[in-house]
């Protein structure tokens, strides 16, 4: 059983910023990657920002410049820094974790349930 949890969100002001947590536990043998998704309504859910186990970043254009990923001190977590925000950025968040419970396992994506961010004056 894998858990991943998403924190950190609330109601921002335009051109504020906030930090989001995701921590990933259970039966985890290794970890490929971490990313944040988001999806706003009546959207498709997009990436925001990856890291890869080697600590390589991509961002989305939307995010780009604005936003920080960065892995956490322990292990299986991920933060996400986000400055400057936009209405636009208004969504909820998604932590998703690929990786394996084992080491002949399958490689696979777990997602958490997400937090919310409001951008609003």
């Known amino acids: 059983q894998v858990q991943v949890v998403e924190s950190g969100g609330g109601l921002v002001q335009p051109g504020g910023s906030l930090g989001l947590s995701c921590a990933a536990s259970?039966?985890?043998?290794?970890?490929?990657?971490m990313a944040w998704y988001r999806q706003a309504p009546g959207e498709q859910r997009e990436v925001v920002a990856l890291i890869t186990r080697d600590g390589s970043t991509n961002y989305a254009d939307a995010a780009k410049g604005r936003v920080a990923i960065s892995r956490g001190n322990a292990k299986n977590t991920v933060a996400l820094q986000m400055h400057s925000l936009k209405l636009a950025d208004t969504a909820v968040y998604y932590c998703?974790?690929?990786?394996?419970?084992?080491?002949?396992?399958?490689?696979?994506?777990?997602w958490g349930q997400g937090t919310q961010v409001n951008v609003s004056s």
């Open positions: 998703n974790v690929v990786l394996r419970t084992g080491a002949t396992g399958p490689v696979s994506n777990y």
């Open positions: 259970g039966s985890i043998f290794s970890t490929y990657s």
